[in-house]
């Protein structure tokens, strides 16, 4: 194991000590971890804070497991709703160029940056902001593990960032609302590559064909 200054184990993942196993592991390449377990695993690792995505949560396990099935290799991501910045950090580390990252908290944003740091990341810009509208250029492929209404509202935005070919990874929908969110994006332009069923929540995986429903 590799010493830790105390300062700075008080700094980290305090969350954590309230979990039994303090370490976890998703999907086939990641583990949850301070940040000194050593491990032949890829590690993502947090500062002490609030934003929502630390591991746990079915929607991010969900989206993490989906994003190791896909290339990655040179491509750019934006995160909506970024949180900790774990989606992120994670596309990073399976080889995307770069993660452009927003939410519309300001402590979130500080832990993204923080976070970014701590997992040596490089390539990832995480600001505050309420939505897309400002942001501009094209993405291959779009997070947004958040409420289904907030999806809903920035799909147009979504529509504008992406181009034939990008994929979009939305998470956060209660099934009730599964068919309304799929059907929306698919008038867009979108096919579903994947659409998963979790406890309570879903988490849709399309792919921009450009054929308009």
Same mark, same amino acid.
């Given at each position: 194991?590799?010493?830790?200054?105390?300062?700075?184990?008080?700094?980290?993942?305090?969350?954590?000590? !309230?979990?039994?196993?303090?370490?976890?592991? =998703?999907?086939?390449?990641?583990? =949850?971890?301070?940040?000194?377990?050593?491990?032949?695993?890829?590690?993502?690792?947090?500062?002490?804070?609030?934003?929502?995505?630390?591991?746990?949560?079915?929607?991010?396990?969900?989206?993490?497991?989906?994003?190791?099935?896909?290339?990655? &290799?040179?491509?750019?991501?934006?995160?909506?709703?970024?949180?900790?910045?774990?989606?992120?950090?994670?596309?990073? !580390?399976?080889?995307? !160029?770069?993660?452009?990252?927003?939410?519309?908290?300001?402590?979130?944003?500080?832990?993204?940056?923080?976070?970014?740091?701590?997992?040596?990341?490089?390539? /990832?810009?995480?600001?505050?902001?309420?939505?897309? &509208?400002?942001?501009?250029?094209?993405?291959?492929?779009?997070?947004?593990?958040?409420?289904?209404?907030?999806?809903?509202?920035? *799909?147009?935005?979504?529509?504008?960032?992406?181009?034939?070919?990008?994929?979009?990874?939305?998470?956060?929908?209660?099934?009730?609302?599964?068919?309304?969110?799929?059907?929306?994006?698919?008038?867009?332009?979108?096919?579903?590559?994947?659409? /998963?069923?979790? *406890?309570?929540?879903?988490?849709?995986?399309?792919?921009?064909?450009?054929?308009? /429903?």
């Amino acid at each position: 194991m590799c010493k830790i200054p105390e300062k700075l184990r008080g700094m980290l993942m305090s969350w954590r000590w !309230k979990d039994e196993n303090k370490s976890f592991e =998703i999907g086939k390449n990641f583990i =949850i971890a301070p940040p000194w377990v050593e491990t032949e695993k890829e590690k993502i690792t947090f500062v002490e804070g609030e934003s929502f995505g630390t591991g746990v949560h079915e929607t991010t396990i969900s989206c993490i497991e989906i994003l190791e099935d896909m290339d990655l &290799k040179g491509k750019s991501v934006l995160d909506i709703g970024a949180g900790s910045g774990i989606l992120s950090i994670a596309a990073l !580390k399976l080889g995307a !160029k770069k993660a452009v990252g927003f939410d519309i908290d300001k402590k979130a944003v500080l832990e993204c940056k923080e976070n970014a740091k701590l997992n040596n990341v490089r390539g /990832l810009d995480c600001f505050r902001a309420d939505s897309a &509208k400002n942001i501009n250029g094209k993405f291959d492929l779009v997070f947004a593990n958040i409420f289904f209404d907030i999806i809903l509202s920035m *799909k147009d935005d979504i529509d504008r960032l992406t181009e034939k070919g990008s994929y979009i990874l939305l998470s956060g929908i209660v099934w009730e609302e599964n068919f309304t969110v799929k059907s929306a994006f698919e008038k867009l332009g979108f096919g579903v590559v994947k659409n /998963l069923f979790l *406890k309570d929540y879903t988490t849709i995986l399309l792919k921009k064909i450009g054929v308009f /429903l």
